[in-house]
């Protein structure tokens, strides 16, 4: 069994190498400013910034947060300062911090994702672009592009066109869809690099005392360790119709071993986000306690294990391997 030190996490991501699989997700840490004080952010996969829109923009009304059983909602409603303060403030951080910047992007036409796209994919110090097409906590729902195949399609090849062909685009993916492969197929064919799997997905709460809904925008993004097995399905399923693209799990991330059961289903690393509220140093202890789970399990390298869970078990793979992948 090899030692928790000579496990190799080392991934790379659509063409980039990252030191290992595990990310910040975005709007959970803003631009990483905030768990720098934690660990160093240099030390993590890359920070996945929050959704940058182009014009600063004050989000929706409060209440914005509300606790469920195992989650949260949220109804911020991209708040932002804008592309111009991002630009000169908080990716010039992040090169000083040597971190590996995953810049989000979001906007509510094609036009403002070209202008975001072509801004942010010229800009020093920028990894990969992730395309937040996605977002369930906005007014209009007509601005959830990733509900509609050919809408999101034609959001990703604008984008695609303006960043250079060195910096990979993701395409980040609602559940609220009836055929998310069909989707995923059509943000790939428009150009996207990989994938990111999932955004929160639409909820609502009810007030006790009011009997009204608790969000003052009604709705929000539900997210948490309540979304992790509909994520995994949705990695699962995209991964098993398009082994090859790179997917990024996300859904209520919070262990290790929640870290591993995402890269068995297909994807090839992780964003962690809402456990970073109660817990910020979390990112950096996932990314010890992957490597003990890849350890205690005789892996050598998290390359190894993706998309392990969709190939039959083997002589190869002990019994007691296949126990432990399926207990926490």
Sequence with gaps: MPSPRDVDLRVDLAGILLPNPVMTASGCAAAGRELDAFFDVADLGAVVT????????????????????????????LQGPGIDSFLGQELPWLARRRARAVVSIAGSTLGEYAELARRVG???GVSAVEVNISCPNVANRGMVFACDPYQAAKVIAVVRRDVPRGVPVFAKLSP???????????????GASGLSMINTTLGLA?????????????????SGPAIRPLALRCVWQVHQAMPDVPIIGIGGIKTGFDALAFLVAGASTVQVGTVIFHDPGAPMRIVAELRDELSRRAFTSAAQVVGLAHTPATDSLAATDLEGLRTP
């Excluded at 929050?50 to 409603?77: F, H, Q, V, Y």
């Design 122 to 124: 010229s800009s020093p």
């Design 206 to 222: 009810i007030d006790p005392g009011t009997l009204r809904p608790v969000l003052g925008g009604v709705t929000g993004g539900l």
């Design 176 to 190: 609220d869809v009836t055929d998310l492969v069909g989707v995923a197929e059509a943000v790939v064919a428009a």
């Design 50 to 77: 929050k959704s940058i829109m182009l014009d600063p923009r004050a989000g929706r009304p409060t209440p914005r947060m509300a606790e469920t059983p195992s989650g949260m909602l949220n109804s911020i409603g």
